[in-house]
């Protein structure tokens, strides 16, 4: 069963907030906003707290990370990352394929694409850093 804070969710409590949340992204995030670069830093993060403090409201609670709508490097910059920052987000997850250590930015969390093809040996060998270490050794 479904638990948040050791009580369990109402029956379709969960359900409402997917719809809400669905409505959210349709109305906040159309299909020509595939980035959040912009020269206008103010214009970015005026957005992204619109959008945090609407996520919140129908989340009920805090929403600290952020994942960039396409993830890849033409679609952050610094400005975007400052405006994140500035925004109240503690980091942000890019499409970037890899692993993030510690110290990196993280503002540019890197991560896998990962799906049911995936077999949990492959998944393991990936998350253990073995193919970054090969691909280091080259």
Do not use: M
Not at 3 to 28: D, E, F, M, T
Not at 69 to 81: H, I, M, T, V
């Amino acid at each position: 069963a479904l638990r948040k804070q050791g009580h369990q969710l109402p029956h379709g409590s969960l359900s409402r907030k997917v719809k809400r949340l669905r409505a959210h992204v349709r109305s906040n995030f159309p299909g020509n906003r595939a980035c959040v670069r912009s020269p206008d830093k103010e214009d970015v993060r005026r957005e992204l707290v619109d959008s945090r403090e609407q996520l919140e409201a129908i989340l009920g609670e805090p929403v600290r990370w952020f994942a960039y709508p396409n993830g890849k490097r033409a679609d952050f910059d610094a400005n975007a990352k400052g405006a994140l920052h500035e925004a109240g987000y503690v980091g942000a997850l890019s499409s970037i394929g890899g692993i993030s250590r510690p110290g990196d930015d993280p503002f540019e969390i890197r991560r896998y694409p990962i799906d049911s093809r995936f077999s949990f040996a492959e998944l393991e060998t990936r998350v253990s850093g073995l193919v970054e270490f090969v691909k280091g050794a080259r």
